[in-house]
């Protein structure tokens, strides 16, 4: 029986845990080169590199960011590498940060407004 429970338990404690992180999914106010170079330079921190390459999508209309894994090299014919995801978050004082998903690590972003998605 509690089986059958441990999904819808499984679904609240993870929301529960989201919103005790103080923050809620975002959207980009616009999407203009300032606003899309800061989202950038911190992604480029955050990871240790500069060669920052963003997979499709709006980030006036969507939340998830997915940064592109490098090109592999010339002696790879192979590549494992996935994408990394960061979620565009809104803080309940109204500033905007990114969530690395693997590792709910947080980043301000210094200057950019957002909305609740």
Known sequence: MIMRWAPALLV?????????AGGRLATLRTADTTTMT????????ALGRRD?????????????ISVLPRAPGP????????PTYFDLMIGDN???F???RNTGETFA???VK????
């Open 75 to 82: 002696y790879d014919d192979r590549s494992l590498a996935q």
């Open 12 to 20: 609240l404690v993870a929301s529960c845990a989201t919103a005790a």
């Open 52 to 64: 920052i390459a963003f997979g499709p999508g709006d980030l006036t209309k969507e939340s998830t």
């Open 114 to 117: 957002c909305r609740p998605a």
């Open 38 to 45: 800061t989202v950038k330079e911190t992604i480029a921190d």
């Open 98 to 100: 990114l969530k690395r």
């Open 94 to 96: 109204g500033a905007c």
């Open 109 to 111: 972003l210094e200057g």
